[in-house]
């Protein structure tokens, strides 16, 4: 292999120099000690509108039309030529002739290489004014979708406030006590879904704590069922925990359910007591139950009537995969409804994984 | 329901859904309160406000055509009508703490809403021996003008 004489190849290097500079995809500037360009690249030249007759020899603060000439850049390339510094990503506004104002970002470097003499600064210019605009538009759309789910909750809650005034009013004006019965039922069912929307609301995420929404259920269902709330208390224990704002809806109406029949039938006669509602976990796990110490199950079971809540108890509890227990509470009833999906076979790993994962507490 | 007063404390219910209003008015109706003419237009709530003075005014923030709730419990505040807003607009209810006594936010039951009413009277004639509904959020009560005051 033939050796280039020393001439030709100082030659080739500068050429090489000037072809990597003026072939950048990213706007960048080579410039000299006294801030003159030696060369530019060609996307310099598009993206900033600056003919290459304006560009190389000429002071690099008087390219284009002189927009260019601002204090800030000016100070900044002065610092890198002498060495005082290296500048990364500074934020710079340039006020573009034709096309306003660009948000800029400038890396400036003096560049070490073996010709003492002369000083060269590599200038690299990235213009990001278009890629900050995306990611406000981005960012404007996750706000928007915040306010949406918030309108969308909001009149979630109307039109059950609606529903529930128009059975409530129903109920008022009818003169049959059974229909007044059934509508005062279906009332509590929607407060039921309705208490459900007002947690889901206040956490702003898809899981509900229970313990809360226990409550303000229990609370709302003996205001409007329990007459004299000395003799007949209502409460709620159980772990503390998250649940899924979906199984959450039917573990609601189940105890709604099962609380308006132990009012019914538990308590004959004006007759005291207590009814408890208990939620526990145990992993995927969980048992919902509700306890009185009322009178009892009647002992002739053909005397068990099973009316419409006991349906939706059944129909639910199948949903969620749970078995109803009945059970005598020596006083009283104790109804549990399990749910223990992990304890079988899984004939499909996959959706057993995916039940789990949908059913544990968040934490 | 309209001018003639009875004895009992007065209310006022500025709500654009009828429905809910009727529901509302007539379970407090039955607890013994008095209730003015229903309304869910900002103007027509405040003049029922300036010629009957009623002791609660609850108020939806969302009201007929674009009248705003809280634009109306700042004007009833004034007047020294205290305001206990019955919204699903909880956020917006909250930002306007300072204009209203307390926040029952719908989804409600009615008879959650009578104890609220039944609670917040109390309060404000220094009887705290009342149990507070949990769905009922009370504002800091400096919110509301003594009684006397209001004249």
């Not at chain 1, 000083?119 to 960012?139: G, H, N, P, S």
């Not at chain 1, 009149?155 to 409530?168: D, F, G, K």
């Not at chain 1, 573990?251 to 208990?278: Q, Y």
């Not at chain 1, 509470?329 to 004939?347: D, M």
């Amino acid at each position: 292999m033939a050796v280039d004489p020393p001439q030709v190849a100082e030659h080739a290097a500068l050429s090489l120099a000037m072809a990597v500079v003026v072939s950048s995809p990213s706007p960048l500037l080579l410039l000299d000690g006294d801030l003159n360009v030696v060369a530019a690249s060609a996307s310099f030249g598009l993206v900033f509108e600056v003919g290459p007759d304006d560009l190389v020899g000429r002071p690099v603060l008087e390219m284009g039309g002189g927009e260019w000439n601002i204090p800030q850049f000016r100070s900044l390339l002065e610092a890198t030529a002498s060495g005082v510094a290296n500048i990364e990503a500074y934020e710079l506004v340039l006020r573009h002739p034709g096309r306003g104002l660009r948000q800029l970002v400038i890396h400036a470097q003096r560049l070490v290489y073996l010709d003492l003499n002369h000083t060269r600064l590599m200038v690299a210019i990235a213009d990001v004014t278009d890629a900050r605009a995306d990611e406000k538009v981005k960012d404007d759309a996750l706000r928007q979708n915040v306010i949406l789910l918030q309108e969308v909750r909001h009149r979630v809650a109307n039109s059950l406030q609606i529903i529930a005034s128009v059975l409530l009013h129903n109920a008022r004006k009818t003169q049959s006590d059974e229909t007044r019965g059934h509508l005062k039922d279906a009332h509590s069912r929607v407060m039921s879904v309705a208490a459900l929307e007002r947690q889901l609301a206040g956490t702003g995420e898809g899981a509900v704590e229970l313990q809360p929404y226990f409550t303000s259920l229990c609370e709302s269902i003996a205001a409007s069922m329990i007459t004299d709330a000395q003799h007949l208390t209502l409460s709620v224990t159980g772990l503390e925990g998250m649940i899924d704002g979906r199984i959450s809806v039917s573990l609601g109406l189940i105890v709604t359910e099962l609380v308006i029949n132990a009012l019914k039938h538990a308590f004959p006669h004006g007759r005291g007591g207590r009814i408890v509602v208990d939620f526990e976990f145990r992993g995927p796990n969980w048992t919902l139950s509700v306890s009185d110490d009322g009178v009892g199950m009647p002992t002739d079971p053909t005397a068990i009537r099973t009316g419409l809540g006991t349906s939706i108890v059944a129909a639910l509890a199948q949903q969620l995969e749970a078995e109803v227990q009945t059970a005598s509470a020596h006083p009283g009833t104790r109804v549990s409804v399990t749910h223990s999906h992990i304890a079988l076979v899984a004939e499909d790993e996959q959706m057993l994984a995916v039940a789990v994962a949908r059913k544990r507490p968040a934490a | 329901m309209n001018a003639l007063r009875k004895p009992g404390p007065t209310l006022l219910i500025v709500e654009d859904e009828v429905l809910a209003a009727m529901a509302l008015r007539d379970e407090l109706e039955e607890a013994g309160y008095n209730v003015l003419n229903l309304t869910g237009h900002h103007q027509t709530a405040l003049a029922s406000a300036e010629a009957f003075t009623p002791d609660l005014a609850l108020v939806n923030i969302q009201l007929d055509g674009r009248d705003d709730g809280i634009a109306l419990a700042e004007d009833l505040k004034a007047l020294g009508v205290p305001v206990l807003f019955i919204s699903g607009q909880v956020s917006r209810a909250r930002s306007a703490e300072t204009v209203a006594i307390a926040s029952l936010p719908k989804p409600y039951s009615v008879t959650d809403a009578v104890m609220a009413v039944n609670y917040l009277l109390a309060l404000m004639s220094g009887d705290d021996s009342l149990p507070r509904p949990r769905i009922l959020e009370v504002f800091d009560l400096p919110g509301i003008r003594p009684r006397s005051d209001a004249a």
